[in-house]
């Protein structure tokens, strides 16, 4: 079965940088754009980011562009987020998913999505 793990959240002072990584097994990874959401308390979920399969095509959410890069390594079946100048309002819950084709179509919606990491907290402290 597919599985999704997400892992290197953690607790940063505001400026500082944090990397997530995410292990996907069970699926060909290459196949299947892959993408970062976050959860805050009492908000919807939102697109952070996404990767098409190739790597080649990456998108951002206004609020992160600049300060994070997504990234993927095909032959380790791992996707990435570098998150740099971390800002209090990026404290949520984040998600890692793949989305159910090889390219990145309304990527911020979850509504395109197969697969769900459990998620890893990110926590800034101001």
């Known amino acids: 079965q597919v599985q999704v793990v997400e892992s290197g959240g953690g607790l940063v002072q505001a400026g500082g940088s944090l990397r997530l990584s995410c292990q996907v097994s069970g699926l060909t990874f290459d196949n299947y754009a892959m993408g970062w959401f976050r959860q805050a308390p009492g908000k919807e979920r939102e697109g952070v980011s996404c990767?098409?399969?190739?790597?080649?095509?990456?998108y951002y959410a206004d609020s992160v562009k600049g300060r994070f890069a997504i990234s993927r390594d095909n032959a380790k079946n791992t996707l990435y987020l570098q998150m740099n100048n971390l800002k209090p309002e990026d404290t949520a819950m984040y998600y890692c998913?793949?989305?159910?084709?090889?390219?990145?179509?309304?990527?911020?919606?979850?509504?395109?999505?197969?697969?769900w990491g459990q998620g890893t907290q990110v926590t800034v402290s101001s």
């Open positions: 998913a793949a989305y159910v084709i090889g390219y990145c179509v309304s990527w911020s919606s979850t509504s395109n999505t197969k697969y």
């Open positions: 990767v098409g399969g190739s790597g080649f095509r990456t």
